[in-house]
């Protein structure tokens, strides 16, 4: 870490810090510029509270050399890791797809699409039975009900499934789920991040609408703290200025993520863009980029999905997406 | 609502449209252009999924004329809402200040913020007992305890209180809370907002990072679709490209809000900028743009501040804010 | 073209409205909703000024249905346009590929990287000889002088050259270019657009840090307007709030020009991350995804480049780049 | 400036980096950490190149302590500067409006406007005779004989003129324009600042629209550091994801330039919101926060304007709106 002083800056309340530091066992090193005093930290800083150092009436600035995250940093755990899924390894190599409706709407619609999609590809089947909905008007999901109907899909195709959680106070609910996911909204839920930490499940974390990637793994860092190192990264698009699709995928997230951190990432084409047709290309791109994976919308009749509808395939589409995914795959390796 | 066809759509799905939105009590228009056929859509729309619409196979793109919210909307409503928060009006035309720390750390430093603010003009307390923190290795807040403490501020000074909620879990302990804060990374946590509009405490709703004002409007409708209608707006800057401010205070969203809502408008410069030196500007221009108050933090110790210290004003600083911020307001007068 | 008025509209002003359009040969279908009148405008609106019928005392909102667009416009031109540099077409079907320097620095520099990139497969050569650069104290380029040695290096190689033009005065130096780019800065110096509209020489338009997709096809269709159909689209990265890479490269920008325009689309990882070990990830997602070919910046000693140094790939990983951009390329055949 | 080099760096490479710094009159002060080095350099190092210094296979990161601009900086100029347009001071103390269309369009227009803003309290008259407009096919605006028509309007009124200007060779018709615009668009045209730097004519610099601050302040450093120091700043609205304004007004640039500039600051309401009805309150919040005065846009027919039109305010808006800021102006002494 490092500290920029003020000019003129007081004395004694330096002796002050350095005293305060050198119980945290951070020793300093300073350095005179011409302009300012620039204050090397040395040590583990990843516990100092950088916030509270440039609180300091003598401080100018902060600037951290070392990420605030430990557990989901490359620099500590070298080799990728392999999350697992209901007997499917994600990470470490492979890639796994995640498809299914936005919403399980009924017996015949989720059991359709589990089987269309589990004969075209994909391991894990995702549908939503809790759904954050911008208005309180909206379809709110089938609750509990949809999360049986997933397990009953489940023992029918032998999919593996993900749903996502919007409550603590849900969480005995999803006691078979094989993975709980946490919504771009929640992603800063923090007491829901501490609580899924206390378990084992597996645990897709969608990044947040206007999150930094550096915020992102501090949210998994949350997770992982707590004890459960089970934390799948998922993008799924961030906000901008840009108005030709819902969000802009940040496909870049792929190598920078893989540069600093060891956690599988999984790219979601279908909730960045809101445009089913766009889907396609930017799975394959994605799959092209080095991706663990991706999740993927599948409606058998997109146009009567209760939500969400624009962004979906149908299973014919998805088929052809799947298709095009694997050349590229085969290509890459 | 204004729904554009494709070109050479089928016209059989057209009339399934027709159809369908009839059996909603909507009638269309239908407009025949050179280039693209639009249906206008007329009745009460507000309850259309036009995700849905936009589904069809049929169907180029949907623009909503009306806005999706309408217990928050002040065409349905246009007197301006006046909530009261244990005692103290906010919204109607006074200047309502809401001052004191981030975080409620002891038993001495919160009476003398709380006396401090009091003698200089605030007529809410605030302070943090339960802490959103990026980081979980940063202090996490005093929890309950904290709420305590709130309440014996309360007690010695007779200011009300307001503090941040994160969880549903944690609703018992803000029984006597005069009014609960939802956090910008809780704007879009759902499930909170439905459960504080089955209560009757004034909820104090900050903008969420990257939400546009609709969404927030929409949030409110959450609350207020419950039953709920005590419902204050707070803006705390949104995420921007900027990076001299943590975020960009928004201060058009004042005018933009007067005009689409009833509810009051109170604006918060010291998370907007995260620089304890530019609070005090910004105060000012919220009071000059009409806002119906501000919540400020104030630290007696601003340097030893467990979290967001830079940002924390010393009770002198808040003091001299407080007159210019009364200079304004005498001749917005 | 959908105009919404306001309640309570004023009837002899939309008898002025009407007139004045159907002056324009446009027609008006009127549809009377619950909360507002809805009118539909028929005919060719795409010269209609809509920000003039906005500013009506009568008028809430104005909506466009048709692109603003015509030249541009896949509807108006349904096949994909090639443009042809210097012999090599881009667009169509192929893949081409635009390396060299960031800066012309030398002779020796330069014939260097055009003969390795050249050995590579890049088609193309590109070199900064006008530079915008931030701040006024960095190198500004060689200037006519670098024309000269990238006239020197397409004799040597063969290679069409690709340089920047900043300002209409030094269009004479351009007269022998076979493709002049027009920066993210200046894709709306709408002077020079028009200047280069003039000329029949292709132009490569970057698209600008905060541009829509729709603002730089409207660029496009100036240069396009003037009689200069020969545009290339060239997407390097937008301006988001993440700061692990310079922009945010928008890959989604492909599918999406692809539906709106028949104009070729080349993609900058270089520019867009400004990280030259993202830069290979990227290449490789932009030939999955589709687009019509790269723009590289190579240097043979990356570290000693003038500007731009970090973003630069040596000549063996640019090599090792094409290999990987060439299977995929294949995969998708 | 601080270098965090890699670890497991290479001894050699780091001693090459400290002669080339040497060189420049650089000294390096170098502190082990225990995961990384770092280098505190000492000097003046606003001419080194850290794009160089970052591309070096050696470094991890550069972070800048000082700022990269000079001449612009408070901390080289502590005294607020003024700038005299046609005798009237801008900057240290007073508070100027500049008024008028956003487009000449006629005599009779352009006079009529000018007088009423006159009266109201304007003291410079803004007016646009070269128009940046997005579409090919809109209104570019009166040109050569709208800069006349100001000059006449300047001869009747007394008040001096501000102008855009779009490309250098336009320079000669602002012989005698008392204040040439640079538009937003054109904040980065590197070539057109370093014209302006060789005149005096005072030049009102407006952001860009996805600018940083230290951005703008390098675009005027452009033109100061060629020997023309009669800067003026304009904010006019940033880009963002928010769509209820046009564009979102940073009113945080206030306070932020006092402290890094001594330039003079103007503050745009009419380009930042896009609409009429939020200039007023934005134009009382600029007052309140200290700006140096306020540039509006100003039309004796709104609904007939050829450009722009939602934004401008009739005459009597005008008056009010001063009226208004003049009461703020009086409580801020």
Chains 1, 2, 3, 4 share one sequence.
């Not at 809790?130 to 023992?155: N, V």
């Not at 951190?261 to 889907?279: E, F, K, N, Q």
Request: aromatic fraction near 4%.
């Amino acid at each position: 870490m490092i500290v920029i002083l003020k000019q003129n800056h007081d004395q004694k309340q330096l002796e002050e810090l350095r005293a305060w530091l050198e119980e945290q066992e951070i020793s300093i090193q300073v350095n005179h510029g011409v302009h300012s005093t620039v204050l090397g930290l040395i040590g583990d800083t990843s516990q100092v509270d950088s916030d509270l150092i440039e609180a300091l009436d003598i401080v100018e600035a902060v600037k951290r050399v070392q990420e605030p995250y430990k557990k989901a940093n490359r620099k500590f755990h070298p080799q990728n890791s392999v999350v697992t899924v209901g007997g499917v390894p994600v990470g470490g190599g492979g890639f796994v797809v995640m498809a299914g409706p936005c919403s399980v709407e009924s017996r015949e619609q989720l059991c359709e699409v589990a089987q269309a999609v589990k004969a075209s590809g994909a391991q894990i089947l995702r549908g939503g039975a809790f759904k954050p909905r911008t208005s309180p008007y909206a379809f709110q999901g089938m609750r509990e009900s949809g999360i049986d109907l997933l397990l009953e899909a489940k023992k029918l195709t032998g999919l593996p499934i993900v749903t996502e959680i919007m409550d603590i106070s849900h969480l005995d609910s999803f006691a078979q789920v094989d993975c709980i996911q946490v919504g771009a909204r929640n992603m800063q839920n923090f007491e829901l991040l501490k609580e899924l930490g206390r378990s084992k499940t597996p645990v897709l974390l969608k990044r947040g609408l206007s999150s930094t990637i550096q915020e992102w793994l501090m949210s998994a860092e949350y997770i992982m703290a707590g004890g459960n190192e089970n934390v799948i990264l998922c993008e799924r698009g961030i906000r901008t200025f840009e108005t030709a699709t819902r969000n802009t995928f940040d496909i870049s997230a792929v190598p920078v993520l893989r540069e600093h951190s060891h956690l599988p990432v999984i790219m979601d084409p279908s909730h960045a863009t809101g445009v089913a047709r766009y889907v396609k290309p930017l799975a394959v791109a994605a799959a092209a980029i080095g991706a663990d994976g991706l999740m993927i919308e599948v409606h058998n009749n997109p146009a009567k999905a209760l939500c969400d509808g624009p962004q979906s395939l149908t299973p014919e589409q998805f088929d052809d997406t799947m298709r095009s995914v694997n050349a590229v795959l085969a290509a890459r390796r």
